[in-house]
Each structure stands twice: as C-alpha cells, then as structure tokens.
C-alpha cells in the first residue's frame, strides 16, 4: 500500500545517508529524498530511463560505456531507481553492475547512488552547496557552463519538502 511504500522511501533515505559524505550544512536525508523527488516524482514513477547520450554514438559512449554495453545491450544506456542513477556510476559502488538489479531493488540503487555522490560529486568535484550538488548530478560537472536552473529550483523546493509524502 501506499504508506507502506512511503515509509520504505524514508527508510532508504535516512540508510543512505549514513553513509553520504556531505559537506556541512547539507543534511544527506533531505538530499536523497530531494534527488528523489527531481528523478523519479520521490520513486513513484520508478522505470527505467533509457539515456540516448549514453547509447551507441552518444556523446558519453565511452570504452567503459562499451564494456557494459557487450554485456546488457542498451540496458547499460540507462539509469535506474528512484534516483535515476546510470549503470556506468554505478559501478562505483558495485563493480559489475547489473541493471535488473538496479531497477528491482532500491536498496542496491542507493549504495550506487551514494558511492556516486561521494566519489564523484563530494571528493572529486568537491560539490559544497546544494545548488552545486544538483548541477553536477544533472549536468555533469556544476563547475562546466551548463547549469540546469530549473532542476537545481525544483531540488531546493524538494529538500525542503518533509519526507513521507
């Protein structure tokens, strides 16, 4: 039932962000569930999204991109769960990612989208505010010259919005 899938949404949040390295002054609870809330309605309309820059010819085609692709065809072109993580980050937190998996089990989604947050966006690109964090989970990279004003408006109205909903 529908409370029973909401509690379960809040459960994975607050999981997760146990193990998020946030900078202070971000609570990774409300992060995970604003991210929630920007990719997937807060994972009620958890499918996959197949992501045609990721698919053959595509912009981020890479040889990694390639490797997963000879495994699980245009599966390895999407992202999964209820933070819409592609299947190339998630190998940051599972080394042979399996998209079934990813899209089957939240549980399996978060420890990807957590290990993605904290490799790429919090130690690599050294994201602080939210506004960073939601321009490098979007675009890529919040220090490039795209800038997704419309998604980083909706993540702060999400982060702001009380779990459970």
Not at 14 to 19: P, Q, V
Not at 55 to 79: D, I, N, P, Q
Request: with cysteine; charged share 25%; proline share 6%.
């Amino acid at each position: 039932n529908c409370r029973q899938q909401r509690r379960a949404r809040d459960r994975l949040c607050r999981e997760g962000a146990r193990s998020l390295k946030c900078p202070p002054g971000l609570d990774g609870v409300k992060l995970l569930w604003a991210l929630a809330g920007n990719e997937t309605s807060f994972g009620k309309n958890n499918v996959p999204l197949h992501e045609q820059a990721y698919c053959y010819r595509g912009r981020y085609f890479t040889k990694e991109v390639a490797t997963l692709t000879r495994k699980w065809g245009c599966m390895a072109h999407c992202s999964y769960g209820p933070w819409q993580t592609l299947l190339i980050n998630a190998t940051m937190a599972h080394p042979e990612p399996d998209p079934i998996k990813m899209h089957l089990d939240p549980h399996y989604a978060m420890e990807a989208t957590v290990a993605f947050l904290n490799k790429r966006i919090f130690e690599s690109q050294r994201a602080v505010t939210l506004k960073d964090v939601g321009d490098s989970y979007n675009s890529g990279n919040f220090r490039d010259d795209i800038i997704p004003v419309a998604y980083i408006e909706k993540l702060i109205k999400n982060y702001d919005t009380p779990l459970g909903i």
